[in-house]
């Protein structure tokens, strides 16, 4: 790597840690930074010196001793959500416990070797069988708003196609990330005899994150995150898979069935606190059925804020732009809190099991554009519903990630489709029925927008190896 890639993403990495406002961050209990402790590395060359034997071993295995592998980290995760959700949210102070609990529960359903395929071509001349094979070991990064929950559908993907892995955590998340990271090796090791699958970094720093950009001993990294992270990775020379940052609007025109969009756009904004990056940020709502939506809104667990209380909560959530053209400013201690929470904030005392608050904006305000993750939804009108996906379009930025729509106009759906041309697009649903969950599909917490290869799943971290066998094979 030269120098002014390493500048660049020093900088950049630099950038990020002083956005999210980390101090010191405080060290693993003390067996748990202990260098080797079950995947738990004091530095990055311990890290993949390790990760690189457990790659070796993982080589030779059996694709049944994988499958045991990947079936441990499920179980771990499903029997011990409780505790170890808990443990993220104290340890984060962000989202909600029974959200923590339930992204655990849900690695179940993150899919395995089921989804390796092997191609094979036969004719005049032989045999040729396409595999798809791991690349070694990846360089992980993981968000501090889903910190095991990321890491361990990644094991499950990654290891279910021949790979070992070095992740490299959030430091705000870092320590349950390193729990989950001791439990998942002790417990494969006992099984399997396999051991460092995962291994992480005890006390990420700016200078492991960019250790693990450009580590020779990394074959591919993975990196899950804001703007600022997106762009360290890509500034990278290796293969980068990148889960870059979403704003994703929602969009209902006047023949949407509106007490449905009214409850779906209330549970996927809501969902720890919409901390996930496809999680409903702002809708755009025809003129004719605005006042009814916003109604329903209040019917299916949202409270509505005033303009003058809206006011009141922007100026606390945002400061102005440095300069012209900036970012708004995001008030981190805003980030993920309970809207009950929010609520207070501006001397509203409301009921604490309120999903969200929500209210009438323009798109001035700066909950509109920014990516804010917390449970205050702007509700914009628009004229007709070319109007509202001229919109939505607008304020998704050209991330392609999500974008939703209530409608049964299928005119209308094609059109915000094609304009999108995001990687999720839910019509008539939650969010989070992109991934699975109340949709069809499969499930998985990296979504991968700027490099394109959309949901990951198994397939995404493997390679194409092809053996060809000349002539003689053929029996037809």
Sequence with gaps: MTQATADAIRSVVEEVLAQLGNGPVAAPSAHGAAAGNWGVFRTVDEAVVAATAAFEQLQEATMETRNKAINIVKHICDSQAEELGRLEFEETKIGKLEHKIAKLQIIKDVPGTEF????AVTGDHGLTITEYAGFGVIGAITPVTHSLPTLAGNFVSMVS?????????????????????????????????????VTIIGEPTLETAEQVFSHRGIKLLCVTGGPGVARA???????????????PPVVVDETADIENAARSIVTGAAFD???????????FAVESIFDDLMQAVGRNGG????????????????????EAGGHWGLNRDFIGRDASWLA???????????????????????????????????????????????LAVEFEHGFGHTAIIHSRNVRNMSKMGRRANSTLFV??????AGLGLGGEGYLSFSIATPTGEGVTNPLTFTRQRRCVMVDDLRII
């Excluded at 430091?171 to 399997?192: D, H, L, Q």
């Design 116 to 119: 390796l395929r092997t191609d």
């Design 303 to 322: 409270y509505r804020l005033n303009a003058d209380q809206v006011a009141q909560l922007t100026k606390l959530a945002f400061s102005p732009p440095k």
């Design 233 to 247: 990775a890509l500034a990278s020379k290796k293969r980068a898979i990148v889960a870059g940052p979403g704003n």
């Design 161 to 197: 196609a021949g790979n070992t892995i070095v992740c490299n955590p959030h430091p705000s998340g870092a320590k349950i990330a390193c729990e989950g990271v001791r439990r998942f090796n002790k417990a494969i090791y006992e099984a399997t005899g396999l051991n460092n699958l």
């Design 273 to 283: 606190n919409n901390l996930l990056c496809i999680g409903e940020k702002e809708v």
């Design 344 to 390: 207070a904030q501006i001397g509203l005392n409301i009921p604490a099991d309120t999903q969200i608050i929500y209210g009438e904006t323009d798109t001035n305000n700066p909950f509109v554009p920014e990516e804010q993750m917390m449970p205050f939804i702007p509700f914009v009108r628009a004229r007709n519903a070319d109007h509202a996906i001229d």
């Design 427 to 432: 019509k008539n649903g939650p969010c989070s």
